[in-house]
């Protein structure tokens, strides 16, 4: 179709002087000085230009102002046509250039730009001479100084692409016997007394260097629910000028699509798999990926890697993580990315053993090869930047760079640029005239010039500090860098392809437990100062600002978390290390080893690096219940998320504890009848109450009283988990560590039977019976006891003093399935007047057995098709499971006086009757009471943690039901303000 186009176009051309078939049309900030261009699609505009049409280059800063600054020609012949373009730093609408085109193609011919004027002249003889004015004036000169008006099928000059461009009508060249010629392109002054620019001269058939640029981003997908939608397409981080916008990684995707520009991403962690799936971000990602525009790098958790951590450890979560990839049909590169971490030299090799080649080397990792100790040494200046954007080898493993930054060169300073300007600043992605950043456009046309042309350098930081999350703002700077292949836009993958020859340090002679950082800093203000101290504490050596010499530093291995209310662990165990008996560490991993394979194995592993994560985060300044900790990063004291983190690493044993119980059902150990157990499983020296028998074994809690974990078994689809805590499946940002087991300083509901915020952190009384567990709340108004019948747990409540309560489910059916390709999908309802709840086709069922109690309502994730959408609104209230977390259902019931209900737990669905106690019939189903209504459109995210928290604290005496879209509310409020911090965080740590 384009080869007839071009001949058809011909035909009209020669018949009519019509314009050219040009294949693409200038936008509107492009003045068209001939004729109007063809009516054609705009994406297609920038493709009509390729690299092999660039003949030369020209550095930036040798001209008296960027527009009349020279940068590129090019030179193409399309059918009968002929077409030159010439680049400029920056065209303004303002300012533009006397610009001339030299064209030498035939002998003889003449060098001055205006006859008899030597004092212009080319440096080529030649036979054409176009030319135009800072006013619009065009012309084509041959060697007797004639115009040829009617040489020109267009002239375009476009000051947001920066580029002048002539299209030639065959005529243009008359005698060319079709060899290779010469060209040159100059600029004059505005009064046109002298030459500030010129490109050498430049044969049609010479090829130029390329600028290699690596688009990369991070902090772009959020996993915890249907809700994260706001960070593909919505309103989760309104911009403060243009707040009504939508903002979300979708428009960073649709300038990556529209142009064909590769993105390279960081952060697709094994924690926003599951989400992505649902939302349908896969399904794009996936799609860009077969067509090479989408590198994801494999990687983690955050800040997984760890000088302690045990290599077998890694390989065990590199092993998870190459799994989820490959069901989730993602592509895996040889690039490893070790997330915001620090590399021993065994990490090193474990990264190698699991089949990568390179790692990315963002972060501190530009440390490994030496640093700037005199910023005013311009030769030392020069030396890192320049090794910064070269691939390394160490200890057999490629090593690539993550430099966002400018080489120091004297012309810098001559430069009009925004006072402490850097690559990854804000402004420098909001770009120039429409176009890319100023400051990228020379950095780029620096390596472009570049002898060395096996260098490359990265654009991109979390994506929520930059525009281009903004509608529009990435678009522009895709466009421009697009329209210029001189630049070439590639992955860290895409650079392993080129067999550049790296820069080789050899085997660095370090131990496995070594750190490859080989450099300190003076005055280093990074959050990760003290890897080794930030661990296991000692005093500062005073190198960096944020912690004076002589200040003891609190380490991770010392640490003992707390139970509740201020009050440490009973056992007194340590944080500690894999080498160190008797820690929580130590014995967690133990646990984890020694734990039968299958799904609940795996999800014991994934809790532990979920939360295993940032133990080294710390603070500028101690930090007490209660307060901020926001902007509070990078000193002396062990951070509130970090400790948050550490009490939930040691609940991932009650999955272990649940795995060891499904082998022993596995292999006949255990018989139908109930058992009660009183086991230490969370390490915490405080007893956990099981009831277990060979299809069931549920683990209670008397914080609360409430069914914290449980787990079913049956040999057709093995052990599902049915009951579990949310910070098992999503990366916590918590940070009310000191309320212990139940951590959530905001009101939502996580376990099963559950009775309500009033109830939420009270530490109930316990009566054990042969085979049953009862809980008494501390004022006497609730006493409910659990027995367990084949598949169903029983519960009898006797309360008084209480009108009714409202007792909480939250069931997340079999969330393994949640590793795989539309794992939503097998999900479905159960819904009678006896039982409502969910199950699902991979295996797993838990029902509310109503009995005595009236349903209030059943919100679930799946109410809102997110995933269809893939976009937030405001023209709708969001059904309440739209705020839940993946892959939570929940069942709200009340109930009055003295009342009876159950939860049936099983593999599969159960065929037997649910057994019932003798009771009265329960009440019918009863509307949504007042105060549970559907939850408002979603809050503005910024919020800061302070203003959540003004959520009303509830009074002892319930007289209804609670808010639970508040609940709901809350949660979101709390995740989005903890992207926010993230962000900002990391923003603090690139600083």
Partial sequence: MILLGVAIGTLVLAFSGALPPRGFAPLTSTTALASPPVNVSQSEEWRFWKYEDVKALDPWGDSENDARDLVAVYFKQTGVFVYFRVDLLDMQDESRPNLYLAVDYKPGGERALRKGDQTLAADIPWDLLLSLSEAGQQSALDADYADHPAYFARVTADTQLDYVEFALSPEALSGWDGKPFDVQALVTDGGSTSVIDKTVPASTEAAAGRGKLVLEFGNMFAGYGPHAVSWYDGYAFPHPERPEERTGLKYLLDAIETYELPLTTNDMRLDVLAANDYLGINDRLRSLAQRGLFDPLPTLTYGYFMPWQPADVDAVAFGMARQAWEEFGLPQGQVFYPYEAMLTAGDLEGIKQAGYSAVFALDRYGYWFGWINDWGNADEVRDWFVSSRKIHQVNGVLVLPGLQGFMWDPRWNQTPIESGWHLNRYDSFEGTDGGLHHGWRRVLLDMALDPDQEQYITMGTDLTLTS????????RSARWIASHPWIEATTLDGLLRKNWTPVDHGDLGL?????LERYTVEGDGHYNTYFWQFYYGGVSDGHSPLIPAGVEIEGYFDYVPYLRNGQRIPSGMKMGDDKTPGTIVYETLGNLRAAPDGNLTRLAWYAYFLNVAEGTFHAEFPWKGGEDPAGNIGGAYL??????KANLLRQANKIVAGARWAEEVARGALSPSTELLTLDIDLDGEDEYVLRNDKVFAIFENDGGVLEYAFAYDPSVGPVQLVGPTYNLILSGLRNYEEGESPIPFPTEETAFEDGEAFRYAVFDVTLGDQSVSFTSPDGRIRKNFTLEGNTILAHYSTRDLSEVYIYFTLPVNPSSMFSQTWWEKLTRVDSKEAVGWQNAHGGYAAVNLMDTSLVE??????????????????????????????????FVRGTGEFDLGLTLAAVPPTAPVPTPTSTPAPAPVATPPGTEEPALQPTPTASLEATSSVPTPSSQPSGPQPVHLAIFAGLLLLLGVGVTVALRRWRRRE
């Fill in 858 to 891: 059943t919100p679930s994730f799946l109410d809102f098709p997110a995933g269809e959408e893939r976009s937030e609104r405001r023209d709708l209230p969001y059904p309440r499971g739209h705020w839940l977390f993946f892959p939570y259902h929940t069942v």
């Fill in 468 to 475: 281009w999350y903004l509608p529009g703002e990435a678009e």
């Fill in 511 to 515: 131990g496995p437990d070594q750190p």
């Fill in 639 to 644: 951070h509130p998320g970090a400790k948050v």
